[in-house]
Nanobody, 124 residues
């Protein structure tokens, strides 16, 4: 299992930007697909973005496409989520996920490892 620690959350005004980071403990980080999920108060956790182990393939939820960008630096064992043009409805706890299977990360099921989350609050 991979230990994941998210950072970078905070309070931002609508239209602003944040960059979330997720540091992974695994020496074999480059073998894991990575993803970001979010959970707003009173709602179920939802998929945000995923990236393949090499970084060559990415997927996004329709609600964030064109505004958020997922990337990774395998030399630093870190995956990032750049959040631009933030909206109040983006307010949520954001979680990092890791799994050898990109399919599992996209589906959000049977994922190997989860972080504890970082809170993003967007004010109107």
């Amino acid at each position: 299992q991979v230990q994941l620690v998210e950072s970078g959350g905070g309070l931002v005004q609508a239209g602003g930007s944040l960059r979330l980071s997720c540091l992974a403990s695994a020496r074999t980080f480059s073998r894991y697909a990575m993803g970001w999920f979010r959970q707003a108060p009173g709602k179920e956790r939802e998929f945000v973005a995923a990236i393949s182990s090499s970084g060559g393939v990415t997927y996004y939820a329709d609600s964030v496409k064109g505004r958020f960008t997922i990337s990774r630096d395998n030399a630093k064992n870190t995956v990032y989520l750049q959040l631009n043009s933030l909206k109040p409805e983006d307010t949520a706890d954001y979680y990092c996920a890791a799994d050898p299977s990109l399919v599992a990360v996209r589906r959000g099921t049977s994922i190997n490892s989860w972080g504890k989350g970082t809170l993003v609050t967007v004010s109107s």
